[in-house]
Structure formats: structure tokens, C-alpha cells
């Protein structure tokens, strides 16, 4: 028995299973959610069976449990393709760690960190970047990922974390979608960001959940699999979701009043 896609606690008696494609399993003992984390490893027949009496779970309520289950995960390969970490943080070298377990190529290299290289494309084309940031997403280091159309999942840990959502440069909201919205709540956010930038990061309970679907995330992308954002804080999971900012325009193409003709010469 092993239950192959990730079981997120969300709140008393209710888990979720999986990330991307989640079951959410409500009503269960505190013990029954433990056999379930307990299986995110291979166990025997004969390990589950003495389980069951020791923690005194009835087998037809397993069988209840079994059956609501999702399929399991999905034999699709992981298609070819890099994954490059942006920066040293302990969450991005985790999530690292995690990918390359799984086998996949991990790179890393400084894009954006200085002026010389923060505008140039990777010399190794990734199919993926990730980058860890503490309170705001830093808009320098967006910048040459948006222009040279790498997919890229943001990682921002303040009093919690979020994971993504993944942004796709020219098929979806970005991290400045975000950052737009939250200023159309909050006319005063830039000043506030722009200080936030500056202070040092919390230490969030929450990193090694974060880490783990962080790299679920990433392998559904390298997939091909639709996936979603998440926010672990107070050891729930919430999925996020970000729309695209009409003002942001990286969606949208430029009106004809946004384009200027340089003449040659
Ligand atoms: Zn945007």
C-alpha cells in the first residue's frame, strides 16, 4: 500500500490528496490521518493489517478510506528539460534537492543578481526557473525571465509561504499582476513592498511543506500537467489563484497607442 500523491493536513479531520488534481477527504480520526501520512512510503500488506489493530481502525472504515482515494499519480515521464534554482535561499535549494531526487537536471546560475548578467538569457535555456524571495517577489530578478519567455515559479515566504502560481510569460498573470492587484487594494502597498524588500525574511515553520509541493508544482510543469498555486500558513493549504492585472500588459498586447516607431538611422 502506498499512497502515491502528496497528503496535505488542512485542517482537523480533513487532508487533501494530491496537489494539482486534489481529493479532499473530510470526517477522519486523528489516527486515520496518520496511517495516511504514514503511507507517503511503500508499506506491506502485513505492515498495514497490524497497523490497522494497533491503532484500531476497523478494516471495512480502511476500505471506506481506500476507496476515496485518488487514482494514483500518473506514469507520465517527466519530459526533457532543466530546472534552474535563481538564488542560494534554503527553500530554492530544497526544492532543488527534492527535483533532483526525482531525477531531474538541476542547474543553477546568478541571473539578475548583478548588472553585468541581469539582462542576459541563461546560457543553459531551462524549462522552468525558481526563485525564492522573502515578503515580495523582486521585480529585477522577473524582469529577464519575462522578456526571454522562461516559465518560472515564484516562492515568497513572509508570515507564511506561497507557491506560485506558476507564471508562464505571455499565457497568464504574472508576479506584476499581482503586485497591481494588491495596489488597487491597497494604494499605499508600493511604499510598504518597497520597505519589505529590505527586511529580513521570517523563519516559516511551514519550509519543508513549501518545499515539497513546491516541487510537485514544478514536476506538473514539466509535465504538462495543469497545476495551481498554493499558501501554507498555520499548517493548512490553500490553493492561490492570480488574475491577469489589465494594467500590467503581460497578457495583453500593447494597444496601438503603447508602440512608438524608432525610425533607422
Ligand atoms: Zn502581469
Excluded at 27 to 37: A, H, M, N, Q, R
Excluded at 137 to 158: E, N, Q, S, W, Y
Excluded at 229 to 251: K, M, N, Q, S, Y
Amino acid at each position: 500500500m502506498h499512497v502515491t500523491e502528496p497528503v496535505l493536513w488542512r485542517r482537523p479531520g480533513e487532508v487533501q490528496v494530491g496537489v494539482s488534481a486534489a481529493r479532499i477527504l473530510t470526517g477522519l480520526e486523528p489516527t486515520e490521518i496518520d496511517l495516511l501520512l504514514d503511507l507517503a512510503v511503500p508499506r506491506s500488506a502485513q505492515w498495514l493489517a497490524r497497523e490497522l489493530t494497533v491503532r484500531g481502525i476497523p478494516s471495512a472504515r480502511w476500505e471506506k478510506i481506500r476507496s476515496s482515494l485518488p487514482a494514483p499519480a500518473r506514469s507520465t515521464p517527466v519530459r526533457r528539460g532543466s530546472v534552474l534554482l535563481l538564488d542560494s535561499h534554503p527553500l530554492t535549494v530544497q526544492v532543488g534537492h527534492l527535483l533532483a531526487e526525482r531525477g531531474v537536471r538541476v542547474i543553477t546560475e546568478s541571473v539578475g543578481r548583478s548588472g553585468r548578467t541581469r539582462d542576459r538569457v541563461p546560457s543553459r535555456r531551462p524549462a522552468l526557473a525558481v526563485l525564492t524571495d522573502s515578503w515580495v517577489t523582486d521585480p529585477v530578478r522577473v524582469g529577464p525571465l519575462m522578456r526571454h519567455d522562461v516559465t518560472h515559479l515564484p516562492i515568497v515566504v513572509d508570515d507564511a509561504v506561497t507557491v506560485g502560481p506558476v507564471v508562464v510569460p505571455g499565457g497568464g498573470a504574472c508576479t506584476r499582476c499581482l503586485e497591481l492587484s494588491r495596489t488597487d487594494a491597497d494604494p499605499a502597498w508600493p511604499a510598504v513592498a518597497t520597505q519589505l524588500r529590505h527586511l529580513p525574511g521570517p523563519l516559516a515553520t511551514e519550509l519543508v511543506l513549501a518545499a515539497g509541493l513546491a516541487a510537485w508544482v514544478v514536476a506538473d510543469v514539466l509535465r504538462d500537467a495543469p497545476t495551481s498555486g498554493w499558501r501554507i500558513t498555520d499548517g493548512a493549504v490553500l490553493p492561490v489563484t492570480v488574475e491577469c492585472h489589465p494594467r500590467c500588459g503581460c497578457f495583453t498586447p500593447p494597444s496601438a497607442a503603447d508602440r512608438v516607431p524608432v525610425s533607422p538611422g
